[in-house]
């Protein structure tokens, strides 16, 4: 059974940093996609990352490209999602998500198929 923990969020002022982590468990991850999406209150939940497990390849939005940085710690089974400069507008609940099978990169957003419960970040202006 694959289980995802993400953790890391909190409260911050506009322009400072949080890192979020992702223990993720139940499986190998070699190959597969993982990613990180937000959702804020009343809107739909988006793309903000992916990153390829083993080749390290990665995508971003473009609302967050140059800001946030996704990475893999293998050996930890963890993904983290490092994001500077944060804004206002990055107020969301933020989850971590796997692809079910191998497939090509990057995934379409409903190939996702394990979710974690998700971590509340909150930037304050």
């Known amino acids: 059974q694959v289980q995802l923990v993400e953790s890391g969020g909190g409260l911050v002022q506009a322009g400072g940093s949080l890192r979020l982590s992702c223990r993720a468990s139940?499986?190998?991850?070699?190959?597969?996609?993982m990613a990180w999406f937000r959702q804020a209150p009343g809107k739909e939940r988006e793309f903000v990352a992916t990153?390829?497990?083993?080749?390290?390849?990665?995508k971003y939005a473009e609302t967050v490209k140059g800001r946030f940085t996704i990475s893999t710690d293998n050996a930890k089974n963890t993904l983290y999602l490092q994001m500077n400069t944060l804004k206002p507008e990055d107020t969301a609940v933020y989850y971590c998500a796997t692809t079910r099978h191998y497939g090509a990169f990057p995934p379409a957003e409903k190939l996702y198929y394990y979710w974690g419960q998700g971590t509340q970040v909150t930037v304050s202006s």
């Open positions: 990153i390829n497990y083993m080749s390290g390849s990665t």
């Open positions: 139940g499986r190998d991850f070699d190959n597969y996609a």
